[in-house]
């Protein structure tokens, strides 16, 4: 296949600090040029991903404004028609594809790893017809959502081999690892670590807007040998503090899309215990990989038996569910149904 692979056009592919789908998409790449297939790439000018075909920057550097996305749009009518691609995995607006919608026969999967508007999608279905389908990073992101019998939900995975874990290294303390805000739960880890009298390393940026929250719900605590700030963290000190995790404690307050640290929590061997929102009961298999709860009181039961969840199947179910592997082959086998 000549897979055309789309993003907007902010973040370089492979990103230079933060970028969460720039770092899936850069994976991605790599192995569906592994499985045999060409790979062109429409992104950021500044991108460098050596298993691309080619790969062409966008005219317009941001994503919204009446002027850029018609100028990207263009340009990417002007890509097709010059590279002639067999499927187009677009990770970008969708906005961006009303040409090759109206004057290809082009099929299109449009990937989205956050809230899905269902007013653009029911119109970009009305003008592509057959040739557009969607996935989505969880399958709650579609539960009676219009769009639903037109998404493949298809979880997003992590690097199964840097992330693993080391038996050698003792298993010493709770792991938070998130922006330091309410939705993100910092302040109901804290309250489990306190009453499970077990050490909380808390690591995560602190967001503009977010001070008074960390300066009110985290810094009292700061004081007590239990809790420990760390800041934000590279991928390095990820796997530093993952391999020393007893549980990792996902408390989220809100629907969130999929959550990569679960799995790179879960690749280390690290039972996650989560709230049940968002994709956690989709991610985490209550009892086998971690504990799905409800709230803090039933939190603190999950970690006092964390010992009886088995490592081995935690690393395990993650190589199975959530590897690049696994997830570029749903992704192909998505395509190959699409172009059959």
């Not at 992104?43 to 080619?54: G, L, M, R, Y």
């Not at 390095?236 to 549980?247: D, F, G, M, N, T």
Request: charged share 25%; net charge neutral; aromatic share 10%.
């Amino acid at each position: 296949m000549k897979i055309l692979i789309t993003v907007d056009p902010e973040i370089p592919v492979p990103p230079t600090n933060y970028g969460g789908i720039e770092r899936i998409v850069d994976s991605l790449i790599s192995a569906y040029k592994q499985n045999g297939h060409q790979v062109y790439l429409a992104a950021n000018p500044e991108s460098k991903n050596n298993d691309t075909v080619q790969t062409f920057g966008w005219p317009a550097l941001y994503s919204r404004g009446t002027l850029n996305v018609i100028k990207n749009a263009k340009y990417l009518y002007s890509v097709c028609k010059q590279i002639k691609p067999d499927i187009i995995h677009s990770f970008s607006r969708l906005l961006y594809l009303y040409p090759v919608f109206l004057n290809t026969k082009i099929p299109v999967l449009q990937t989205y790893q956050r809230a899905i508007s269902t007013k653009s999608t029911q119109l970009a279905l009305k003008v592509a017809g057959e040739k557009l389908h969607f996935t989505s990073c969880g399958e709650h992101m579609v539960h009676q959502h219009p769009i639903a019998d037109k998404c493949t939900p298809v979880h997003n995975f992590t690097d199964t081999d840097y992330y693993s874990d080391d038996v050698t290294i003792e298993k010493e303390f709770l792991f938070f690892l998130g922006r330091i805000e309410d939705i993100k739960g910092t302040r109901e880890a804290i309250e489990v670590a306190l009453e499970t009298k077990r050490k909380l390393i808390i690591a995560g940026n602190i967001q503009p807007g977010h001070d008074e929250y960390f300066n009110t719900n985290v810094k009292p605590h700061l004081n007590n040998p239990l809790i420990e700030y760390v800041g934000p963290v590279n991928d390095e000190q990820k796997l530093y503090y993952l391999q020393r995790s007893k549980a990792f404690l996902f408390p989220i307050k809100w629907e969130e899309p999929f959550g990569i640290v679960m799995a790179e929590a879960m690749a280390c061997g690290v039972p996650v215990i989560g709230f049940r929102r968002g994709s956690v009961p989709e991610v985490v298999n209550d009892g086998i990989t971690g504990y799905v709860v409800d709230n803090v009181e039933q939190m603190i039961t999950a970690v006092n038996k964390i010992d009886q969840i088995d490592r081995n199947n935690v690393r395990k179910e993650c190589e199975e569910r959530f590897s690049l592997d696994k997830i570029s082959k749903q992704y192909l086998s998505i395509f190959e149904s699409m172009l059959s």
